[in-house]
C-alpha cells in the first residue's frame, strides 16, 4: 500500500501582472491571488529535501511578474510546471509528485465576482 503524500500549502499570494486578452489587460497591471498546494514525502528529515517555501514564494512571484499570460489557464500551467520540475544539483529540494493551482482575477468583473481557476497535476 503507498503513502499518501504530505501537502504544504502557499495561500493568498498577491501578484500584479498581465492576464488577460483585451488591449487594456495587456497593457495594464492587474491584482491575481494565487494559492499552491505542494504534494510531497515530508518523511526525509534532511533539509536539503524539504520545500523552502520563501525560496518557492520568490520563484513564483518571479514567473507571475515576468510572463505576460493571455488566460489563467496559461498561468496555471507554468505555475505547476514550475512546481513539478525535478530539483538539481543547484537547487536541492524534496520532489513535488503533484500540484494544485489555484488563481483567481480580483477585479477582471469589476467586483461582480472572481474568475477563479483550479488545476491538480501530476
Do not use: N
Not at 43 to 72: K, N, P, Q
Amino acid at each position: 500500500m503507498t503513502r499518501p503524500l504530505d501537502r504544504l500549502s502557499l495561500r493568498q499570494m498577491r501578484f500584479d501582472c498581465i492576464v488577460g486578452l483585451f488591449g487594456h489587460e495587456r497593457h495594464t497591471l492587474q491584482p491575481v491571488e494565487l494559492d499552491v498546494t505542494l504534494h510531497f514525502d515530508a518523511r526525509t528529515g534532511r533539509l536539503t529535501r524539504t520545500i523552502d517555501y520563501s525560496r518557492i514564494l520568490g520563484e513564483l512571484r518571479f514567473v507571475m511578474v515576468a510572463a505576460r499570460f493571455h488566460l489563467l489557464e496559461s498561468a496555471a500551467e507554468a505555475i505547476a510546471g514550475w512546481l513539478l520540475l525535478p530539483p538539481s544539483q543547484d537547487v536541492p529540494r524534496a520532489q513535488v509528485e503533484a500540484v494544485a493551482v489555484r488563481l483567481s482575477k480580483l477585479v477582471a468583473l469589476s467586483g461582480a465576482a472572481v474568475p477563479t481557476l483550479e488545476i491538480r497535476r501530476d
